[in-house]
């Protein structure tokens, strides 16, 4: 079962018609709400984005080539911002995707950012992204990432085990300062999301238990320590969720830490960090989150379970990545060989392998994700065929995309491209079979920005000691 139906949204991949049935007009449409904002297929079939044809691209800088509409993703932080009451209270899950250029438009864009690596931090810090408005994360940061997250003054260090609650009060005891930061708290909901991308349930790595009172034992902990202010309270129910009241529920849950911590302890907590998770449209019959309206009714029931527990309502914070870069960006793939196979007696499914495949896009093999994959350098026409997209590397489970009805006119040459890969494609990339990472350029107004270059072999060598 794929991530995305476990949410209970159905999950059916988005290709038209049943094979030998006429294909052309619905696969040449572009579905508005899974593709870029400024993506349109021209009248003579070229599909461009931000005015900027796809193929152009592909000539330029070559395949698989990853294309983000930077108005796309600075339209998707400011939605965001304005859905929760402000941009600092919007930190960007920079493990979506993160560049310096991304951080930077983060940055322009008023948002905060979320980082899970000490490498990420190092890509912040390097893009001028100030230290203030970084929330860091992780369940085994080590002393020399804390070390980094103090000495950068960060605005939140979010802390996930007891070990790490003594290691940064000692470490920012020798910094000298007072290193603000939040609890991460299992609140013990269930986000109907796939088992690998689910956190919040009990048994799992990250952050401590409300139930068993691990959590209210790290806040007392966190408000003894000389070194650390405790400033809130951090949960995230899970990714590509779809039932929003999942996020109510745990906010409800974890507001009564709120609570149990001012009565006994005497403080008041100012933060509720949220979390992301905010579900996206991968293929043309799935519908994003309406984060609006999601945030309206998460802040109302934050303001209301306050008030029924006589305490003052906290800042709403939230780190959204996969709804601001997923949407924002595509992956263009120039389509190699083509294989019709006997399933059986009957059927034949035809194998259309492009020139990426696992390395730049590990989630239909991880999650059994799917996508909405259309040609991009022509009309299409004809009637369909069974297909599966596959990858070129060495592996059978090597599929783009797993079942699919596609024009049979689609040939070696055709650029087929994949929406919706701005989060989790990139960031999640891998060298395997040597393959050299693609090259990410962004797009706006007509022209063309390279902002990751292609790897080369010459980069995988010089890691050869
Ligand atoms: C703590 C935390 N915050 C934010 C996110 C971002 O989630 P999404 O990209 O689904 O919005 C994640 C993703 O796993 C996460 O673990």
Known sequence: MTAETETGVPGVQGTPGTPGEPAADQFNELPAHVWPRNAVRQEDGVVTVAGVPLPDLAEEYGTPLFVVDEDDFRARCRDMASAFGGPDRV???????????????????????????????????????????????????????????????????????????????????????????????KPGIEAHTHEFIATSHEDQKFGFSLASGAAFDAARAAVNAENLELVGLHCHVGSQVFDAQGFSLAAERVLELYSRIHDELGVTLA?????????????????????AEVAHDLLTAVGKTAAELGIEAPTVLVEPGRAIAGPSAVTVYEVGTIKDVDVDDE??????????????????????????????SRFTEGATTNTRVVGSHCESGDILINEATYPSDIHTGDLLALAATGAYCYAMSSRYNAFARPAVVSVRAGAAKLMLRRETLDDILSLEV
Not at 273 to 291: F, M, Q, R, S, W
Request: proline fraction near 3%; hydrophobic fraction near 40%; glycine fraction near 12%.
């Open 91 to 185: 930190h960007y899950a920079s493990k979506a995707f993160l560049s310096k250029t991304v951080a930077r438009w983060v940055d322009e864009e008023g948002l905060s950012l979320d980082i899970a690596s000490g490498n990420e931090l190092g890509v912040a810090l390097a893009a001028g992204f100030p230290g203030g408005r970084i929330t860091a994360h992780g369940n085994n940061k080590d002393a020399d990432f804390l070390r980094a997250c103090v000495r950068n003054n960060l605005g939140h260090v979010v802390l996930d085990s007891a070990q790490e609650l003594e290691l940064l009060d000692y470490i920012a005891a020798g910094e000298g300062r007072v290193q603000p930061v939040l609890i991460r708290v």
């Open 271 to 291: 933060e509720l960090d949220l979390g992301g998770g905010y579900g996206i449209a991968y293929t043309a019959e799935e519908k994003p989150l309406n984060v």
């Open 347 to 376: 059927t034949t499914r035809r194998y259309i392998s492009v020139d990426g495949g696992m390395s730049d896009n590990i989630r239909p093999a991880l999650y059994g994700s799917e996508y909405d994959a259309r040609v991009v």
